[in-house]
């Protein structure tokens, strides 16, 4: 018999499961920690015998739930319906599973996008059900509003410790890099590249203008395992860079160009939409927690993720 805490990980390969591995694997992991990266090829969360299967496999005694349906701005918009119903099924699985495996603790996923579209700022904690998210991510914002429900109802009702965090816009290494349905960053890097090596111009989509907190991957995989041993809330926390640290996608593209080294023509295609101007996030919580807290610099980020996905051009999801 083991006394180790053992840690499953759902949506283990995706890009914050396989940023929790990287930083596990350099540098963090604790001898009585034992931790299991599960993926779709494994079990399919959708599926509740699959799920309770996985569970009695792996006797998880806590879970960081990733898996879900994700897109980027044109993803979320014409996958409304599928979105709002898969991870809907996901996370009830999920979390359902994690109770009757008297899981000790679940650290599920939020996003900032989930928040109200009329909303003071910087966002904070307490206004996630203040009032309907964008238009451009309805489905997915519920689902994912959902979570926290479930997380305080079964506290009430058990005094399950289910809890979670709300990332900005995440990127790096092992992203989903396809223009249709990944997120921003990860389509400028597959463009940028694209643009360079085939002497085109670079398409940005909308007008550059709206404003983002991108957040490296490796500082929410930190993050989220200090979430895992340290956090004892059942409210949701922001894993946020500073306010001042917001930038425009424009900016965001000059440094995807300088990262790659594109001398051509950049473009701002305004046949595309912009979707959400802002959804500006207040750190202000983590930093109370974690007072001393650093990010790393978005330039340098930028240049591991460039540098990571030249090197795994083939094998990357684009
Ligand atoms: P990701 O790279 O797409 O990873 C998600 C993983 O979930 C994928 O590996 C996917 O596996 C898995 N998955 C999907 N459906 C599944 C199913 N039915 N059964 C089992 N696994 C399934 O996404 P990510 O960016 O790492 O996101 C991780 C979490 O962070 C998500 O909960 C997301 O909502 C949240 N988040 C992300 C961002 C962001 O900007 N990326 C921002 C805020 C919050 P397959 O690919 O094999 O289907
Ligand atoms: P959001 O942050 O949830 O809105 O989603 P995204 O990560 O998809 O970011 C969308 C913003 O980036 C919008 O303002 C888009 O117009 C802009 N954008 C510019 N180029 C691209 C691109 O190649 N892919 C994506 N997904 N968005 C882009």
């Given at each position: ?7 499953l ?63 980027g701005?044109y ?57 309907p ?65 085939d ?81 500006t ?6 930093k ?19 540098d ?11």
């Open positions: 018999m083991t006394s180790k805490n053992v840690i990980v759902t949506g283990g390969e995706g890009l914050v499961g396989s940023a929790i591995k990287f930083v596990l694997d350099n540098g963090e992991t604790r001898t009585e920690e034992e931790w299991v990266f599960t993926s779709s090829k494994e079990c399919d969360l959708t599926k509740l015998t699959d799920t309770n299967k996985l569970f009695e496999k792996v006797k998880p005694t806590h879970v960081i739930h990733l898996a879900a349906k994700i897109g701005l993803g979320n918009l014409e996958n409304s319906l599928q979105y709002f119903r898969t991870n809907i099924i996901i996370n009830d699985n999920v979390l359902a599973v994690s109770h009757n495996f008297g899981v000790k603790k679940v650290v599920s996923c939020l996003s900032t996008c989930i928040f109200p579209d009329r909303v003071s700022y910087p966002i904070d904690e307490k206004m996630i059900h203040d009032g998210p964008h238009d451009s991510n309805f489905g997915y914002s519920y689902a994912k509003r959902m979570i926290d429900v479930l997380n305080k109802c079964y506290n009430k009702t058990y005094g399950d410790i289910f809890t979670s965090v709300v990332p900005t816009n995440v990127f790096g290494p092992h992203d989903n890099f396809n223009v249709e349905n990944g997120h921003v960053l990860g389509g400028l890097i597959h463009k940028a590249f694209c643009a360079k090596r002497n085109t111009d670079f398409v940005v989509w909308g007008t550059g203008s709206p404003l983002r907190q991108f957040l490296y991957s490796r500082d929410l995989a930190r993050l989220m395992i200090w979430v895992l041993r340290s956090y004892e809330e059942i409210e949701p926390i922001i894993i946020s860079v500073n306010v001042e640290d917001e930038i425009s996608i424009k900016e965001a593209a000059e440094i995807v160009v300088k990262a790659i080294g594109f001398k051509g023509n950049v473009i701002y295609d305004t046949n595309k939409l912009d979707g959400q101007f802002r959804k996030a207040s750190n202000r919580k983590l109370t927690y974690l007072p001393n807290l650093k990010f790393t610099q978005f330039e340098d980020a930028i240049k591991e993720t460039v990571w996905y030249m090197k795994h051009f083939e094998e990357a999801r684009k």
